[in-house]
């Protein structure tokens, strides 16, 4: 597969885990841009943006609001890729 050179914009919908670290230190230097939607605090140190929602599923008002929420950051942010990670998790 050739590389591409051209740079674009990575919406990631992740825990803030060990797993999301990894992927970051994988994937860094391919994108323009990263942006961050978890539902807790980072652990590491990272140079991206990050932006909290609340994933739970204890609270009934996040079924539209956790949707509402990563919809707004979407369109504010206007990513070429998005990629939720641990999908079981955030999904």
């Not at 970051?24 to 990272?46: G, Y």
């Not at 943006?49 to 950051?73: A, H, M, S, W």
């Amino acid at each position: 597969m050739k590389e591409s050179k051209e740079k674009y914009k990575l919406l990631i919908i992740a825990p803030a885990g060990a797993h999301l670290k990894n992927f970051l230190a994988r994937i860094e230097h391919a994108a323009s841009a990263i942006l961050i939607i978890t539902s807790e605090p980072i652990s590491f140190e990272t140079n991206f943006d990050v932006t909290f929602v609340d994933f739970g599923l204890k609270k009934p008002g996040n079924y539209f609001q956790t949707p509402r929420k990563i919809r707004e950051v979407y369109k504010a942010f206007n990513p070429d890729i998005v990629h939720v990670h641990q999908l079981t998790s955030v999904a």
